[in-house]
């Protein structure tokens, strides 16, 4: 391993130091060999998608060989514009985008409320309603899923839009994480602040949510990501396909064109390339996340 | 005195205005119905007509039910991909972790599959596994013809023997480079360096140095790794059968959690669903204490 390296030899002979390097890049070249190939396999699946969802209708059942399904060399754009109107695929993306957002908004502001008081504020009770809502965090939502469903039920909610929004916003994980953020900034910032008389929703919003960039970030990041993505819940709530997100747009788009592949793929691509924007701009934010979920224990 | 107690009254109202929004919204929906859950459990209930006590039938019921069993026994089997990707992701890991150059980009492309991870790429890995024009199964009849054979790859998802090693594929592809790679990432890089230093002066090798010194230092993470994949585990597997098998063939690829669907939301069995709820909760329970019990609740994990 690398580590070798960075251990300067007291004493050592050119030969010896000349067959180390030697070693070293031998090292190297299988690490990067083992690598690229585990990146093509990473990769092939999604070049088989596009490559498909480039192809010509029917064209996968009759002449391709099996190297051209892994390469475009067929560019049949149109199938990107017939899914627009074979699908009300514009409606399933607004409906998504709306969700999803409401539900981040929603999610980010209340948890960040509730984690300010239980990580910055004295009150009676604080211990004991925070082990509570800890201890809600390994209930599956499996359990949660069916009363709610009723309540929405009762309430004439089924097939809303909040149905599909509201149950998703309180969640202890965010309050947690954000708690865990809020704790780690020192006392004295806010002591001056009080001196000078200020609110706390005025401490709040001026001095603690400018400070926690990275930690609101990534909670929007992973609610965002968890609710473009969701599957189930939009399915057990809603059923006209007007409301449909994303996810349940496509599975009832799969069951109607089960056997036009390139739009199945190009409507696939369309659902990706988001959530790929998304990435690239918030990497970081990714794996700071899940290094902070690594760490609550 | 009074200004002090005045402050502190001042600052609890305050606290609990900052939580109000957060709280009621906690109560109506995970609270309230825990126990609404729970009482359901107790009864049958077709969800037209009232629901009636039944007692501990459901749980009964559910204890003789066959299918019941062997979807937990399907949900165990498609948990083999758990230590096949840990052991994936802790390789990719150490790999990362030389300091080469380019290593972002490879994290990136490893990263991929867990980014677009859901519907979409479960779409596409249906139309993979077709057993006629399929890529698999293209490409296994393309290297037949290469080897001047008639090789015929097998049905993949409607087959009861391959059904459910190919969603294990699958899975293991979409986490080997997410986040528990990640998360072995930063655990290798928090490895004191002394220690390969010290043994390095003992005289050992790469393999020496990771079981003497990599090993044990990380496995507080693949503990927490395998606990959470664990819990995961048992609620897996309803997108996957909703999309690709529909659960089957003949059941082999129904979970628990897409049994618990069926039974709610479609057969409106929502008594003895919220009992498969509570059974799976039980099991999860179970897990967590054992966790708790064995190593404490305050290990820091990274």
Redesign the interface.
């Known amino acids: 391993?690398?580590?070798?390296d960075e251990?300067e030899p007291v004493v050592r002979s050119k030969e010896a130091r000349k067959q180390r390097q030697w070693g070293k890049v031998m090292h190297?070249s299988l690490?990067?060999i083992?690598?690229c190939l585990?990146?093509v396999?990473?990769?092939?699946?999604?070049m088989?998608?596009i490559t498909?969802s480039l192809s010509a209708p029917g064209a996968?059942?009759s002449d391709?060989?099996?190297?051209k399904?892994?390469i475009p060399t067929v560019f049949y754009w149109k199938n990107y514009i017939d899914v627009w109107t074979v699908v009300p695929f514009g409606r399933f993306y607004l409906n998504s985008v709306f969700i999803s957002v409401a539900l981040t908004a929603g999610q980010v502001?209340?948890?960040s409320?509730?984690a300010?008081?239980?990580a910055r504020?004295?009150?009676?009770g604080?211990d004991k309603?925070f082990f509570g809502?800890l201890g809600?965090m390994?209930?599956?939502?499996?359990?949660?899923?069916?009363?709610?469903?009723?309540?929405l039920r009762f309430l004439g909610w089924i097939d809303t839009y909040q149905a599909m929004i509201?149950?998703g916003?309180?969640t202890?994980y965010g309050?947690f994480m954000l708690r865990q953020f809020f704790l780690t900034m020192p006392k004295e910032l806010e002591d001056a602040a009080k001196i000078d008389g200020c609110?706390?929703?005025r401490i709040?919003w001026h001095i603690i949510i400018p400070l926690s960039g990275p930690a609101l970030a990534t909670l929007t990041t992973f609610t965002f990501?968890g609710s473009?993505?969701s599957?189930?819940w939009p399915?057990?709530v809603v059923n006209s396909a007007s409301k449909f997100p994303?996810?349940v747009g496509?599975?009832y788009f799969?069951g109607l064109h089960n056997t036009n592949?390139e739009l199945?793929?190009a409507a696939?691509v369309m659902?990706?390339l988001p959530?790929?924007i998304v990435?690239v701009f918030a990497?970081r934010f990714?794996?700071e996340g899940?290094?902070l979920?690594?760490?609550k224990? | 005195m009074k200004r002090v107690l005045k402050d502190k009254t001042k600052e609890a109202l305050a606290a609990y205005a900052f939580l109000a929004p957060n709280l009621l919204g906690f109560f109506v929906f995970t609270s309230i119905p825990v126990v609404v859950s729970l009482l359901l459990s107790f009864t049958e209930w077709g969800l037209f007509t009232p629901p009636k006590w039944v007692g501990l039938r459901n749980f009964i019921e559910l204890f003789q039910d066959k299918r019941f069993w062997q979807y937990s026994f399907n949900t165990v089997y498609l948990m083999a991909a758990i230590p096949i990707s840990m052991t994936g992701s802790l390789l990719l890991a150490i790999a990362l972790n030389q300091k080469l150059k380019g290593m972002v980009i490879f994290r990136t492309i490893y990263y991929l599959p867990t980014i677009c991870a859901g519907v979409a790429i479960f779409m596409l890995w249906r139309l993979m596994y077709n057993p006629e024009f399929g890529a698999f199964n293209t490409m296994i009849a393309g290297l037949g013809d290469l080897l001047g054979l008639k090789l015929q790859g097998p049905n993949w998802l409607t087959d009861t023997l391959w059904a459910k090693p190919a969603l294990i594929i699958m899975s293991v592809w979409q986490s080997v480079g997410g986040q528990n790679m990640i998360l072995y990432l930063a655990a290798l890089q928090g490895v004191p360096r002394d220690l390969y230093d010290a043994a390095e002066v003992d005289g050992a090798n790469a393999i020496q140095k990771f079981w003497a010194v990599t090993w044990p230092q990380i496995s507080p993470t693949t503990f927490f790794i395998g606990i959470m994949s664990l819990i995961g585990g048992f609620q897996a597997g309803f997108d996957q059968a909703y999309m690709m098998t529909g659960g089957g063939p003949n059941g082999s690829t129904t979970t628990i959690i897409y049994y618990l669907y069926n039974n709610a939301f479609v057969w409106y069995h929502m008594g003895y669903a919220a009992a498969i709820a509570w059974v799976l909760f039980s099991v999860i329970f179970l897990i967590t204490f054992l966790k708790w019990k064995f190593f404490g609740k305050n290990i820091h994990y990274t």
């Open positions: 391993m690398s580590y070798q251990i190297d690490i990067y083992g690598l585990g990146a396999t990473m990769i092939a699946p999604f088989w998608m498909t996968i059942f391709r060989s099996w190297w399904e892994w502001i209340t948890s409320l509730a300010y008081a239980f504020l004295e009150f009676p604080r309603l809502y809600t390994m209930i599956p939502g499996a359990v949660t899923m069916i009363p709610v469903f009723v309540l509201l149950p916003i309180f202890a309050t609110s706390y929703l709040f990501m473009w993505m599957l189930m399915l057990i994303l996810p496509l599975s799969q592949w199945l793929m696939t659902m990706m959530i790929l990435f990497q990714f794996v899940i290094k979920s690594g760490i224990g």
